[in-house]
Every structure is written in C-alpha cells, then in structure tokens.
C-alpha cells in the first residue's frame, strides 16, 4: 500500500521561505512521478510542481518558476518543495501525489493514483 506524509508547511511572511517534504513508502518508485498540487479555499485543485522518479526531470507552474525547486531524495524515498520569495497568493494546503503519470501529462491532477493528507501553507502580507 503506497503512503505519502507530508510534512513542513506553516505560517511565513512574504518573501519567506519553507520547504515541505513528502514521504514516500509502500513500493519500489522506480519509472513513477511525483508531483505537488495546491488547493486554495473556494479554488480547484492546481498543479506547483513534478518530477520524475527515475530520469529527475522536472516540471513548475509558471506561478511558481523561478521560486520553487522540486528534488528527490531517492535512498530515502523523499520529495521535496523548497519554497522561496513566497507570496500571500501561494497560501492553499499542498499535496504530494504519485503515480504511473506519463510525462507530459504530469500537471493533471486525475493522473496521479495515490495522494498525501495535505499540509497547510499560509502566507501573510
């Protein structure tokens, strides 16, 4: 059975910085991706930010670029989002998510079969 914890989020001014961490466990990760997804009150579901298991490829919302860095800890079966310059606007509980998600379709949220409890990000101005 696949479990993910995340685990990092919290409350940090504007132009702070935190880094989440997922953990990973349940199977062998090989070819998968993994992927962290936002979701703000009143708001869907949307993509931050995927890599790759095995090649570290990786993908961002343009929102994020240039702010966030995804990485993989593959001995330890951890992903992480290091987050910086944050903005009151990336307030949402963020979730990491993983699957057999063909790159390229990596920003869909319906592709990814297991999902994190979610840890809350706040932002204040």
């Known amino acids: ?14 132009g702070g910085s935190l880094r989440l961490s997922c953990a990973a466990s349940g199977r ?17 579901r949307e993509f931050v930010a995927a890599i790759s298991w095995s090649i570290t490829t990786t993908g961002y919302a343009d929102s994020v670029k240039g702010r966030f ?20 606007e990336d307030t949402a ?7 057999a998600v063909p790159w390229g379709v990596h920003y869909t949220p319906r592709r990814y079969d297991y999902w994190g409890q979610g840890t809350q990000v706040t932002v204040s101005s």
């Open 1 to 14: 059975q696949v479990q993910l914890v995340e685990s990092g989020g919290g409350l940090v001014q504007a």
């Open 28 to 44: 062998t990760f090989g070819s998968w991706t993994m992927g962290w997804f936002r979701q703000a009150p009143g708001k869907e």
């Open 93 to 99: 509980v963020y979730y990491c998510a993983t699957g």
């Open 69 to 88: 860095t995804i990485s993989r800890d593959s001995a330890n079966n951890t992903v992480y989002l290091q987050m910086n310059s944050l903005k009151p």
